[in-house]
């Protein structure tokens, strides 16, 4: 999902692109947890039913797939296997600076 999110992408566009339907269960499912760990941001965060939302992959979420692209937390080919829980991938996906005034 992140990366078909380098560029700007509506709801129904990604969920074509994944192969799956555009339904509020998928959404729920896919979309949210991403959100709420902050590696994809929205165009319009203060508005949800925005007809024009897009999503794209935060500062965060790019990070974090430029580390599983280089191969340095490997997933064994399933998202279901990465023995990381996602308060961990966010914390991966944090600068120094900003690990150190989180502290």
Do not use: V
Not at 41 to 63: I, L, M, V
Not at 84 to 98: D, S
């Amino acid at each position: 999902m992140l990366e078909l999110l380098s560029k700007r992408l509506k709801r129904e566009q990604l969920f074509e692109k994944m192969g799956i339907s555009n339904q509020t269960k998928n959404r729920s499912k896919y979309l949210d947890p991403l959100i709420k760990i902050e590696w994809i941001e929205k165009e319009f965060p203060d508005n949800k039913t925005n007809p024009n939302q897009t999503y794209q992959a935060s500062e965060s979420g790019k990070k974090i797939l430029s580390l599983i692209s280089k191969g340095k937390y490997s997933h064994n080919n399933s998202m279901s296997n990465f023995n990381f829980i996602p308060a961990q991938w966010k914390q991966l996906a944090e600068t120094p600076r900003e690990a150190e005034s989180a502290s």
